[in-house]
Nanobody
């Protein structure tokens, strides 16, 4: 199983970016896919998750209303559309995938079996 995260970069405050997480070796529609982020000196935190099999999503309060998670089963890819970016959103973003994750554990990093390498998002003017 491999998860390839991409789409990070430098963006000004208020700008937008779309991250992609391409999965190989697993059937995307059966898994829960999530985004976590880690800023320098901080712990990894949950951002958003999507369960294609249940048709459900979960988004952290810190990004609710600004970030949207979606998925494309045909492409085995999950996306994180990030709008109205703030300096505090600056972090390395990781995608993760896990099987049979119950709703209450979608935001728990330990529930995920597979992790991508991370992509850096820098928000600065």
């Amino acid at each position: 199983v491999q998860l390839q995260a991409s789409g990070g970069g430098l963006v000004q405050p208020g700008g937008s970016l779309r991250l992609s997480c391409a999965a190989s070796g697993l059937t995307f529609s059966r898994y829960t896919v999530a985004w976590f982020r880690q800023a320098p000196g901080k712990e990894r935190e949950f951002v958003a998750a999507i369960s294609r099999s249940r048709g459900s999503t979960k988004v952290a309060d810190a990004v609710k209303g600004r970030f949207i998670i979606s998925g494309d089963n045909a492409k085995n890819t999950a996306y994180l559309q990030m709008n109205s970016l703030k300096p505090e959103d600056m972090a390395v973003y990781y995608c993760a995938a896990g099987d049979r994750i119950i709703l209450s554990r979608m935001s728990v990093a330990a529930a995920y079996d597979y992790w991508g390498q991370g992509t850096l998002v820098t928000v600065s003017s």
